[in-house]
């Protein structure tokens, strides 16, 4: 009886005391983050590593792990494992010849089916780092096929394209755009403080702070706000009404003072306004007209 | 005959408790349609609905009651935690910002994506994660960005401004190819950082207003302010990293990873360049260390455990899971001075489990809700939701240092003194990624004592070593009804020794 109790007692317990397999333990502490039995996640697959390298490349495998170059263009370069011991390299090794016997790996069989962007319901705003623009940019889808980015950092429109595409954010690089852009804004600032009754064209600078502070959606569509010093500006991005349009709706709180965007662009569309006189690119503003302004970019 | 049925009942007993499911019921959480299923934040809201935010970049909200979800909010850029406002807003940090999500129309749907702060850099380098917020009771966030990692180099258009101190910008161009990378990466150090505030925790206020809080970190995916205003920060094992550590954070504080330091004030040096000695007298130890492939790999979020008429463990503790290993750690936090310390104990050592244990929120009811991710790493996808049967388990509640030796302290009395094997190590802070466990000794308990009620084991060990990390099996040790005690394998990180 008093056998028969201990033997049970010790059963539950023997999780973590159960016999590893030679080499098993190193490789779950160094590898197994990485290295999947026959799948790729982060490094190839343990089958795929026991092909390149069989039980006579031991050598090669415990030097490949000491000091690592990049082999798949598509993978993270492993780190250096020279702080593993030898011995557990090659205990590593064999674990892995060990654990792969007899397995096969189905060519791009993936651990997770990828991720399938759904379609989504446009217009549709996305947080993504997009190409020239800064990484904390906004992709807006618009219903009419036409996109825009749209730069937090900078606190301006940057560009307008063709395309629907809503999968725009990833960790690894820039969105990459369906099309090139067909209205590229290229002032280095946007929004100049003009002479309230000079229309000739000079202006100088704001310098207070310009602050990112977010978007509403208004039927879908973001309305995006900024401060300009005590100066606040919001920025709708919509379709337009004729085809192939984006029209920007500008509410300017807090101003005194005329204003002159700065619109210079290239690509093949035409910009108007609808307040205001819009001459090669800048558009000046009394402080009344920028209170509440429309601009409309229709692709050529 | 008496014999077998004897033996009949002592094996009913007996198997019952031998498995952590016969004290916790997991089960899978349906999914919404049309989202990538990694989670990167889950809170439950006061109406005891479950807010999730999706790598895809919704947050959706799911009525335990009705079993459907709806969506709040969506766009955001890898949102990777979230939480509840007394006005019903959600707070997520996504790539790029902290974002304040409010319904200003209360369809159910938020509206207003309002920007909290975004006063911290990027170089669109893929390791730049960022993670929280949390909370402290005076309503300050807290955030923590991991620092770039150099599989890669930086994007032509960064949000800066970059500092010039160390490998210079162009260098760092992916733009300039795979052979330029490979000819540099060297000498930027494995993770960087070099626009603000890359590895750095950072406070910021409700209005927005930020400050660095703590330097020194790697990839802190795991962060927690406790009901006692403590804030908690997991981190991975890597360069500086000999083995994942739990840090107890204070104000100012360095966590030992080099990169960082550029963004305190006046700093000029290359961290690289800084002896190994100097940056030890700098960095506060971990209070909890999890040994790389045993306990964790990639420690997740800590919780505050609840009351445990709801969940089985006792309050005071907390809940923190990993990449890859199929089960959570209770951490039991000791205060030794002014130092933080504790030990952690596997929990929930479970197939069903899975890993990938990413984000935690405790529903009204006790239910743990479990998001898990992978981000093409170790882990998993989907939500699991743990519920406590009601009988506790077996377990160490309390593990105390002793000038000489170690109280352990059980919920029910032990039938008899376990065996117990002791060992206790160290990492090598260094440069290299990781660390071989060094200094390994096995410990020979001078005496092990078992108080009358069988609840307080007190071990006497020869002599107690700072900045060792004591691993403590206990074997064999059941409850007076042969009930198994549930994590059995207690890590207690000795920053300080108990005086005299």
Redesign the interface.
């Known amino acids: 009886?008093k056998h028969?109790?201990?033997f049970?007692?010790?059963?539950?317990?023997a999780?973590?005391?159960k016999v590893p397999l030679p080499g098993e333990?190193?490789f779950?502490?160094?590898c197994?983050?990485?290295h999947?039995l026959a799948s790729v996640?982060?490094g190839p697959s343990l089958v795929a590593l026991a092909k390149t390298y069989p039980k006579d490349k031991q050598e090669e495998f415990t030097a490949w792990a000491k000091t690592p170059g990049?082999k798949n263009?598509n993978m993270?370069?492993m780190?250096?494992?020279?702080?593993?011991?030898e011995a557990d390299l090659g205990g590593i090794h064999t674990y892995i010849l060990s654990v792969t016997d007899g397995i096969k790996e189905k060519p791009g069989k993936a651990?997770?089916p990828k991720?399938k962007?759904?379609k989504r319901q446009l217009p549709?705003?996305?947080?993504?780092?997009m190409p020239?623009?800064?990484?904390?940019s906004v992709g807006v889808v618009l219903e009419n096929g036409l996109s825009v980015c749209w730069d937090?950092?900078a606190c301006r429109f940057r560009y307008a394209y063709v395309g629907n595409k809503t999968n725009l954010?990833s960790?690894?690089?820039?969105a990459s755009l369906p099309k090139k852009p067909y209205f590229i804004e290229t002032a280095d600032v946007l929004i100049h403080s003009a002479t309230s009754d000079d229309k000739l064209g000079i202006f100088f600078p704001i310098t207070a702070k310009l602050q990112?502070?977010?978007?509403?959606?208004?039927d879908k569509n973001p309305e995006f706000y900024y401060t300009l010093g005590s100066i606040e500006i919001r920025e709708l991005i919509a379709a337009g009404k004729d085809p192939e349009s984006v029209i920007r709706r500008f509410t300017v709180t807090n101003v005194d003072r005329s204003l002159l965007f700065d619109l210079s662009h290239k690509g093949k569309a035409t910009l108007s306004s609808d307040k205001g006189i819009l001459k090669d690119g800048r558009l000046t503003l009394t402080a009344e007209e920028a209170k509440f302004f429309t601009l409309t970019i229709i692709k050529k | 005959m008496n014999r077998l049925l004897l033996s009949l009942l002592a094996t009913t007993a007996l198997s019952f408790g031998k498995d952590w499911q016969d004290y916790y019921q997991i089960e899978s959480v349906p999914l919404p349609a049309g989202v990538d299923n990694q989670i990167g934040g889950i809170t439950t809201l006061r109406d005891g609905r479950i807010a999730t935010c999706f790598n895809s970049g919704e947050i959706q909200i799911f009525s335990p009651e009705t079993k459907t979800w709806s969506l709040f909010a969506q766009g955001l850029s890898l949102p990777l935690g979230v939480i509840e406002e007394e006005d019903g807003s959600l707070v997520t940090m996504q790539w790029a910002e902290l974002t304040r999500l409010r319904d200003t129309d209360k369809d159910g749907v938020a509206d207003l994506y309002e920007t909290v702060c975004n006063d911290f850099g990027l170089t669109g380098n893929y390791h730049e994660f960022a993670y929280g917020p949390t909370r402290d009771s005076k309503g300050n966030f807290y955030v923590s960005l991991n620092a770039a990692s150099n599989g890669e180099g930086i994007q032509d258009r960064i949000r800066g401004p970059w500092i010039d101190i160390g490998l210079d910008r162009e260098s760092h161009l992916a733009s300039k190819g795979e052979d330029n990378w490979q000819k540099n990466k060297g000498k930027t150090g494995r993770m960087y950082s070099r626009v603000p505030y890359r590895g750095c925790v950072l406070k910021i206020t409700r209005k927005g207003r930020s400050s660095v809080f703590a330097y020194g970190f790697r990839s802190p995916d795991g962060i927690h302010v406790d009901k006692n205003d403590r804030l908690w920060i997991t981190d991975n094992q890597g360069d500086w990293r000999g083995t994942s550590p739990l840090y107890h954070v204070t104000e100012g504080g360095f966590y030992g990873h080099p990169a960082s330091l550029v963004w305190k004030k006046n700093w000029t040096r290359d961290p690289l360049k800084v002896p190994v000695e100097e940056l030890e007298s700098m960095r506060t130890p971990a209070a909890g260390l999890f040994p790389q492939g045993e306990l964790a790999n990639s420690p997740t979020q800590p919780i505050d455990t609840i009351s445990p008429k709801l969940f089985g463990l006792p309050e005071g503790e907390l809940l923190i899971g990993d990449m890859n290993q199929k089960h959570l750690i209770r951490f039991l936090p000791e205060k030794i001075g002014d130092v933080m310390q504790g030990a952690l104990i596997p929990f929930l050592v479970s197939p069903d489990l899975g890993m990938g244990n990413h984000r935690f929120s405790f529903d009204q009811k006790g239910g743990l809700w479990i998001g898990k991710t992978h981000i093409k790493w170790a882990g998993d996808e989907g939500i699991k939701k743990v519920t406590f049967k009601g009988q506790q388990p077996l377990l160490a509640t309390g593990v105390s240092l002793l000038k000489d030796g170690f109280k352990v302290t059980f919920n029910r009395g032990l039938k008899e003194i376990p065996q117990l094997e002791i060992s206790r190590h160290t990492y090598r802070y260094q440069k290299k990624y990781g660390s071989p466990k060094v200094d390994l000794k096995k410990v020979k308990a001078a005496q092990a004592l078992l108080s009358d009620d069988g609840k307080v084991l007190t071990v006497k060990l020869p002599e107690i070593t700072e900045r060792r990390l004591y691993t403590i099996k206990v074997k064999g040790a059941v409850d007076t009804e042969g009930h198994p005690l549930m994590g059995d394998v207690l890590r207690y990180n000795v920053v300080k020794k108990r005086g005299e």
């Open positions: 009886m028969l109790w201990s049970l007692l010790i059963l539950p317990l999780a973590e005391d333990q190193p779950k502490t160094n197994a983050a990485c999947m996640v982060v990049k263009t993270i370069q780190p250096s494992m020279a702080h593993v011991p651990l997770y991720f962007e759904p549709y705003v996305v947080r993504a780092s020239d623009s800064s990484p904390a937090t950092e954010f960790i690894w690089r820039p990112f502070r977010g978007y509403r959606l208004v």
